[in-house]
């Protein structure tokens, strides 16, 4: 299964609605298989999850490190707000764009979930 979940909310209830569902997807055996490719992906406020000064909820960002989920931060979205790649949490990647990382995924054949 290859699935990319998309958060762009600042709200930081929902980036942790958002990474519980992530982690809810790699639990669950009827979809899920160790080989799955998963990708988490913030753009916008979203973003503002997977930054050091910022970031609210940091075990969860590393329990899905942990389970080899791949983070994505948007790069304008993190310029936006006076950051760079260097204020990233420990494994995850900043991308140029976020849309476009979304767009290539889907025409890769990755499913698209919309988390709040």
């Given at each position: 299964?290859?699935?990319v ?5 600042p709200?930081p209830?929902?980036?942790q ?9 790699l ?11 998963v ?5 916008g406020?979203?973003?503002?999850m997977f930054v050091?000064?910022?970031a609210?909820?940091?075990?969860l960002?590393?329990e899905?490190?942990?389970r ?6 948007c ?10 790649d ?8 900043g ?5 476009g990382?979304?767009?290539h995924?889907?025409s ?9």
């Amino acid at each position: 299964m290859q699935t990319v979940v998309h958060v762009s909310s600042p709200d930081p209830g929902d980036q942790q609605h958002a990474m519980v569902n992530t982690l809810n997807l790699l639990e669950d055996a009827s979809v899920s298989a160790p080989d799955d490719d998963v990708v988490l992906l913030a753009n916008g406020s979203g973003v503002r999850m997977f930054v050091q000064a910022t970031a609210s909820n940091r075990r969860l960002v590393e329990e899905l490190v942990d389970r080899g989920t791949t983070l994505f931060a948007c790069r304008n979205a993190l310029r936006g707000m006076g950051a760079t790649d260097e204020d990233l949490l420990p494994g995850v990647e900043g991308v140029p764009s976020g849309t476009g990382t979304l767009a290539h995924l889907q025409s890769e054949g990755y499913g698209y979930i919309k988390a709040p």
